[in-house]
């Protein structure tokens, strides 16, 4: 069981460069979510999915799209790169959020846009 | 905007000291966590808490949720190395997503 993994682990972008973030769950998750991380702010959700074909949007999703064609899969999007983007990317996922919504992290993506 | 307040955000101490993280908010949670992050790597669940007023304790490490459900603490008995890193509370409100606290970055000296 490898859990939830990330693809890449680092990238550098120039600005208005696009790139897309692979997450890929072998634990038959149902709900994947995309988060960013910055100092002093905590995590901060992008955008989830509660099921193979769903998308919604989360706190912060301006800037990215997301798609989940593959209920293994969730994959983030950016298609204009901002130095604002700048940041870790988590993605995460839980198998039913039910009353305890516990969710397990893949190992992240740190991501520079110059 | 839901919030969850933590402090003190940094703490730095000597191995066997005592320690006590918080987590706040003005909502209420159906269910709160706490996770631990330790650098390059993803948050790992440590504990979760649903009924106001319950204590787990995870071996050096007490969690009490607040008996009104707004709040929780994290306390560490005799603090070790390898209790350094990044602690987030999460908070749930009866939806399907989690809001995560601003962490407590926690560094052990030997």
């Known amino acids: 069981n490898a859990g939830v993994t990330q693809t890449p682990k680092f990238r550098v972008l120039k600005t208005g460069q696009s790139m897309t973030l692979l997450c890929a769950q072998d634990?038959?998750?149902?709900?994947m979510y995309w988060y960013r991380q910055d100092p002093g702010m905590g995590l901060r959700l992008i955008h989830y999915?509660?099921?193979?074909?769903?998308?919604a949007k989360g706190e912060v999703p301006d800037g990215y799209n997301v798609s989940r064609l593959k209920k293994q899969n969730f994959l983030l999007g950016l298609e204009s790169a901002a130095p604002s983007q700048t940041s870790v990317y988590f993605c995460?996922?839980?198998?039913?959020?039910?009353?305890?919504?516990?969710?397990?992290f893949g190992p992240g993506t740190r991501l520079t846009v110059t | 905007t839901q919030l969850l307040e933590q402090s003190p955000q940094f703490l730095s101490i000597q191995e066997g000291e005592n320690l006590t993280v918080y987590c706040n908010s003005s909502?209420?949670?159906?269910?709160l966590q706490w996770y631990r992050q330790e650098p390059g790597e993803g948050p790992v669940l440590l504990v979760t808490?649903?009924?106001?007023?319950e204590v787990k304790k995870l071996k050096r490490l007490t969690f009490q949720f607040g008996d009104a459900r707004k709040d929780s603490s994290l306390h560490i008995t005799a603090a070790q190395t390898g209790d350094t890193g990044l602690y987030l509370c999460?908070?749930?409100?009866?939806?399907?997503?989690?809001?995560f606290g601003t962490g407590t970055r926690l560094q052990v000296f030997p």
């Open positions: 808490v649903v009924t106001g007023g």
């Open positions: 634990m038959n998750h149902e709900y």
């Open positions: 909502s209420v949670f159906s269910s």
């Open positions: 999460a908070g749930a409100y009866n939806t399907d997503k989690l809001i």
């Open positions: 999915s509660v099921g193979e074909g769903t998308t």
């Open positions: 995460a996922s839980s198998y039913w959020p039910g009353y305890y919504y516990e969710q397990y």
